[in-house]
Nanobody, 120 residues
Framework: QVQLVESGGGLVQPGGPLPLSCAAS????????MGWYRQAPGKQRELVAG???????NYANSVKGRFTISRDNAKRLVYLQMNILKPDDTAVYYC??????????????WGQGTQVTVSS
């Protein structure tokens, strides 16, 4: 029953902003680190941004200064605000979270992915 549901994504022009969000749902005991990954055709999946339960963040060098990850623990949401988008940012973006269900062990969960296309 635990799942991550993403929203956002779409077509945006270079230089534009685009926000992504991801909601965790289900009977959850706790949520640890959360993050955003992306995968472009023919390339490996890469970590874009991560955030710990305590709020510490890390970013891929390619997005530093442009993207911001944040979370709302009460709402069980993680966000990715993407700014100054480039064509190279085009990829499928996936939400990830380490979640411990009420009755179970912690493991990583993944969203379904959302397409972000940066093009004019």
């Amino acid at each position: 029953q635990v799942q991550l549901v993403e929203s956002g994504g779409g077509l945006v022009q270079p230089g534009g902003p685009l926000p992504l969000s991801c909601a965790a749902s289900g009977i959850i005991f706790s949520i640890g680190a959360m993050g955003w990954y992306r995968q472009a055709p023919g390339k490996q999946r890469e970590l874009v941004a991560g955030i710990t339960s305590g709020g510490n963040t890390n970013y891929a060098n390619s997005v530093k200064g442009r993207f911001t990850i944040s979370r709302d623990n009460a709402k069980r949401l993680v966000y990715l605000q993407m700014n100054i988008l480039k064509p190279d940012d085009t990829a499928v973006y996936y939400c990830n979270a380490n979640i411990r269900p009420l009755s179970g062990n912690s493991r990583d969960y993944w969203g379904q992915g959302t397409q972000v296309t940066v093009s004019s």
